[in-house]
């Protein structure tokens, strides 16, 4: 892997591309400029230190059996009315899978679900939010993404920062998604895999993304990949963690962290509540590519 040579910022309104991708024609690799963790320990901090060091290091955390058996049977049952009104129902927030037509994602469920809008505003959840990005926060994009048994799909590697740096216009690494599990993660239906240490390094990809890439990128990401070579020399650094955990589990991880997951061949379904938090002070700019804005059911510009 080779270091980007072009240190001068690009400008997009006021605040600078730090972070340039899909402007070259190899990939390169950036240090983080910005904090992991926006604010300082306290004894009344809603993460403890050890918890707070480990996600500071490693870009993640599994928090085992943070919500009850009730609160989860509440929203499994939720979700699969949800997963039943869409399947033979077509909406733009709906995404679904490229041969079968099977619900993928449903998103902005924070907004239009209103159980999943109480979700979103737990007060634990926000807490954790407000002192992992050092500020008030909002949702920047909530989704349902289903892995059901047999058919579930996989997730390439990404980091979530790329794309919603250049397609959405965030400017900071100052958001983080928290992955809630409504079913048993196990490690063979097709978990959430992260590489630690790699929030630390931005990896720029190639290709100038397409007009309108969400419409496809949803399904099946083509552009905002990264390239083989650095995956492999992230995963030789940090090595891959599978995030297993009981239903009422959740994952926080942070938004340049590398991730993906496989497909889910096996009987047990796999689903889970995404709430990505973002930081009030790093509201969305223009895009860094240069193209009109997602659609605010992806990425929130309020």
């Known amino acids: 892997m080779s270091s980007f040579a072009n240190t001068e910022h690009v400008m997009k309104g006021t605040i600078p591309d730090r972070y340039p991708s899909r402007v070259e024609d190899r990939p390169t690799v950036i240090k983080r400029s910005d904090p992991v963790v926006y604010s300082t320990h306290t004894e009344s901090s809603p993460l403890s230190k050890e918890q707070t060091a480990f996600y500071e290091e490693n870009g993640f955390l599994v928090l085992d059996q943070f919500f009850s058996k009730e609160e989860i049977a509440q929203w499994r049952m939720e979700l699969k009315r949800l997963r039943d009104e869409y399947q033979n129902k077509e909406a733009e927030h709906v995404i679904a899978e490229p041969e079968s037509k099977e619900v993928r994602s449903i998103f902005a469920v924070h907004e239009n679900n209103e159980i999943f809008k109480r979700l979103a505003a737990h007060p634990r959840l926000v807490a954790?939010?407000?002192?992992?990005?050092?500020?008030?926060?909002?949702?920047?994009?909530?989704?349902?993404?289903?892995?059901?048994?047999?058919?579930?799909?996989?997730?390439?590697?990404?980091?979530?920062?790329?794309?919603?740096?250049?397609?959405?216009?965030?400017?900071?690494?100052?958001?983080?998604?928290?992955?809630?599990?409504?079913?048993?993660?196990?490690?063979?239906?097709?978990?959430?895999?992260?590489?630690?240490?790699?929030?630390?390094?931005?990896?720029?990809?190639?290709?100038?993304?397409?007009?309108?890439?969400?419409?496809?990128?949803?399904?099946?990401?083509?552009?905002?990949?990264?390239?083989?070579?650095?995956?492999?020399?992230?995963?030789?650094?940090?090595?891959?963690?599978?995030?297993?955990?009981?239903?009422?589990?959740?994952?926080?991880?942070?938004?340049?962290?590398?991730?993906?997951?496989?497909?889910?061949?096996?009987?047990?379904?796999?689903?889970?509540?995404?709430?990505?938090?973002?930081?009030?002070?790093?509201?969305?700019?223009?895009?860094?590519?240069?193209?009109?804005?997602?659609?605010?059911?992806?990425?929130?510009?309020?």
């Open 128 to 302: 954790i939010a407000n002192y992992l990005l050092g500020s008030d926060t909002y949702i920047h994009q909530s989704r349902i993404n289903f892995k059901p048994g047999f058919t579930g799909k996989e997730f390439y590697w990404h980091s979530d920062f790329e794309t919603w740096h250049v397609e959405d216009g965030m400017p900071a690494m100052r958001a983080f998604s928290c992955s809630i599990a409504l079913e048993d993660n196990f490690h063979h239906n097709g978990p959430l895999m992260v590489i630690p240490g790699s929030h630390t390094k931005f990896i720029s990809c190639i290709g100038k993304t397409p007009d309108n890439h969400f419409k496809q990128s949803l399904r099946r990401q083509e552009y905002g990949v990264p390239d083989p070579d650095s995956l492999e020399a992230l995963s030789k650094e940090g090595g891959i963690h599978t995030t297993i955990g009981a239903a009422g589990s959740i994952v926080l991880f942070d938004c340049n962290t590398m991730h993906g997951s496989n497909s889910n061949i096996t009987p047990d379904p796999r689903s889970n509540v995404f709430l990505v938090y973002n930081s009030v002070e790093n509201k969305l700019q223009e895009p860094y590519s240069g193209q009109k804005p997602r659609p605010s059911y992806i990425a929130s510009r309020t």
